[in-house]
């Protein structure tokens, strides 16, 4: 971890190696740092993997129970239900839902915890790639203290944490009104099942296009701004946009692609 003092001394180093190259026009252009494709296509994965937790146990513990759910929602001759806690029974199967999903969160599929080995290894390969870049450029070895990083990666661990459980959550709620309402209508089961077998195709496309874009928008934001970070610190005045020039990229930021700005 480099000092304050140490980073200047760095940072003063660099600009006159820069001013210098300039002079004899010989200034090379730096290897491109390519977007971690694969870290994405991961933490997609690993999106679609947490909401899938949801679906397994609406599949699993709701479907098969209507049948019985509609039995004691049932209105009896006399006016009466065959049984008036269905609703808490209703109620108990969704309570299961939630607590499968907490002790899932709590292990290897907690969204905290791959949001913040995502994090990390944005900024493990961003270094890596600076290091190459300046090497190239300049032939000096840098060091970069990473202290200010720190509250910036625990950001992105809290903020898509919370995106991806809010998935979770709003999918449940759906599935727990859908359900409610129909039994209060009279509904059989078997024309619940189909509602909820169909939103839970509907809900699969959604999903897969929503955790595309977490993974694809929050992964590429983060690279900016740990990119912008680590360059301050070196004493970067001035840089060149440059995108991915693929499909991921916005309209707005392949307009820019090539502009420099300081």
């Known amino acids: 971890m480099s000092s304050p003092l140490e980073l200047a001394i760095q940072s003063q180093q660099m600009t006159?190696?820069?001013?210098?190259?300039?002079?004899l026009g010989r200034l090379p252009k730096p290897p491109k740092d390519n977007f971690p494709v694969t870290l994405e296509r991961e933490y997609r994965s690993?999106?679609?993997?947490?909401?899938e937790i949801a679906r397994k146990i609406v599949r699993e513990e709701l479907i098969p129970n209507l049948p019985a759910l509609e039995r004691d929602a049932a209105p009896r001759r006399d006016g009466q239900r065959y049984d008036i806690n269905w609703a808490a029974a209703l109620n108990k199967i969704f309570s299961?839902?939630?607590?499968?999903?907490?002790?899932?969160?709590?292990?290897?599929?907690?969204?905290?915890?791959?949001?913040d080995d995502a994090a990390r290894e944005i900024a493990r390969g961003n270094l890596r790639a600076i290091r190459r870049q300046v090497k190239s450029v300049l032939g000096l070895d840098i060091f970069v203290n990473d202290t200010n990083l720190q509250d910036m990666l625990d950001?992105?661990?809290d903020e898509n944490a919370r995106l991806i459980k809010t998935m979770n959550e709003d999918f449940v709620t759906r599935i727990?009104?859908?359900?409610?309402?129909?039994?209060?209508?009279?509904?059989r089961a078997g024309s619940i099942e189909k509602e909820i077998l169909k939103l839970l195709g509907d809900e699969e496309d959604k999903t897969r296009k929503r955790a595309a874009l977490i993974a694809r928008d929050q992964l590429a934001s983060?690279?900016?701004?740990?990119?912008?970070?680590?360059?301050?610190?070196?004493?970067?005045?001035?840089?060149?946009?440059?995108?991915?020039?693929?499909?991921?990229?916005?309209?707005?930021?392949?307009?820019?692609?090539?502009d420099t700005f300081d």
């Open 16 to 23: 006159r190696l820069m001013r210098g190259q300039r002079k």
């Open 46 to 51: 690993k999106i679609l993997e947490h909401f």
């Open 96 to 115: 299961g839902v939630d607590t499968r999903r907490k002790l899932r969160e709590a292990g290897f599929n907690d969204p905290k915890q791959f949001a």
């Open 155 to 157: 950001s992105f661990g």
């Open 176 to 187: 727990q009104t859908i359900t409610t309402q129909a039994l209060r209508q009279g509904r």
């Open 222 to 258: 983060l690279r900016g701004d740990v990119t912008r970070e680590r360059q301050v610190q070196l004493g970067v005045k001035r840089y060149k946009w440059r995108t991915s020039l693929d499909v991921r990229v916005r309209k707005a930021h392949k307009d820019r692609e090539g």
